[in-house]
């Protein structure tokens, strides 16, 4: 079995606005599906249900260090983002269309450096590719 891989040089990149900003953290990925129910007066013993044909791809939290230069996309229409999880060899990466959701968290702090979270929406399909 192959050793896990670090996160250590994972980048993202913002295709249309450019922002970046040096990353502590990559959060999410998460798509999900809801359930149709398919359940009637009729049935009987347990509820029905089928996958929907849509899902939802998430979002992904970034944790970044902050500083009072940066300027984040925040009315940003979407964009194409790509995010290359580092150590992990050429072509790991997942691509989306994505917005800036919000930016919480700015925390400052005596001797550290400052850093803030950024939501990022998962606007239309997601492409994993290893």
Same mark, same amino acid.
């Given at each position: 079995? !192959?050793?896990?891989?670090?996160?250590?040089?994972?980048?993202?990149?913002?295709? &249309?606005?450019?922002?970046? *900003?040096? $990353?502590?953290? +990559?959060?999410?990925?998460?798509?999900?599906?809801?359930?149709?129910?398919?359940?009637?007066?009729?049935?009987?013993?347990?509820?029905?249900?089928?996958?929907?044909?849509?899902?939802?791809?998430?979002?992904?939290?970034?944790?970044?260090?902050?500083?009072?230069?940066?300027?984040?996309?925040?009315?940003?229409? *979407? #964009? $194409?983002?790509?995010?290359?999880?580092?150590? !992990?060899?050429?072509?790991? &990466?997942?691509?989306?269309?994505?917005?800036?959701?919000?930016?919480?968290?700015?925390?400052?702090?005596?001797?550290? $450096?400052?850093?803030? &979270? $950024?939501? +990022?929406?998962?606007?239309? #399909?997601?492409?994993?590719? !290893?």
């Amino acid at each position: 079995m !192959a050793a896990p891989d670090q996160g250590n040089l994972s980048t993202v990149v913002f295709g &249309t606005s450019g922002f970046s *900003a040096n $990353l502590m953290s +990559i959060n999410g990925d998460t798509h999900q599906r809801d359930d149709v129910p398919t359940s009637h007066m009729g049935t009987t013993n347990a509820m029905t249900f089928v996958p929907a044909d849509l899902y939802d791809g998430g979002e992904f939290q970034f944790v970044i260090q902050y500083d009072g230069t940066l300027s984040p996309p925040v009315s940003a229409a *979407a #964009e $194409l983002i790509t995010i290359d999880w580092g150590g !992990a060899g050429a072509g790991n &990466t997942t691509t989306f269309q994505g917005y800036l959701k919000q930016i919480s968290g700015i925390t400052a702090e005596l001797n550290g $450096l400052m850093t803030a &979270t $950024l939501t +990022i929406k998962v606007a239309d #399909e997601i492409t994993l590719a !290893a």
